[in-house]
Nanobody, 115 residues
Framework: QVQLMESGGGLVQPGGSLRLSCAAS????????MGWYRQAPGKQRELVAS???????NYADSAKGRFTISRDNAKKMVYLQMNSLKPEDTAVYYC?????????WGQGTQVTVSS
């Protein structure tokens, strides 16, 4: 049984930083693509950043230059370092683990950017 647990969300002022963490259990973590998605109120869930098993990364245009995804396969962890946060980054952030038809989601962590 795969489980994903996000942490690190919270309230931060515009221009601030947060580091989200996602802990995975129950599968061969290194074979999976890991991703961070977010969903703001009234909007669809969208990709923020992803990292493949081979180490390739992909970012949404809104995240480029500000966010960095990283993974530690030995610890079964994936991180999202978020800098220069803006109010429009406010959303619930979800961790996703995928490989073919096997897709798993975490419960999400709230990020609120406000002064």
């Amino acid at each position: 049984q795969v489980q994903l647990m996000e942490s690190g969300g919270g309230l931060v002022q515009p221009g601030g930083s947060l580091r989200l963490s996602c802990a995975a259990s129950g599968s061969i973590f290194s074979l999976y693509t890991m991703g961070w998605y977010r969903q703001a109120p009234g909007k669809q869930r969208e990709l923020v950043a992803s990292a493949t098993s081979g180490g390739s990364t992909n970012y949404a245009d809104s995240a480029k230059g500000r966010f960095t995804i990283s993974r530690d396969n030995a610890k079964k962890m994936v991180y999202l370092q978020m800098n220069s946060l803006k109010p429009e980054d406010t959303a619930v952030y979800y961790c996703k683990m995928s490989r073919g038809f096997n897709i798993y989601w975490g419960q999400g962590t709230q990020v609120t950017v406000s002064s």
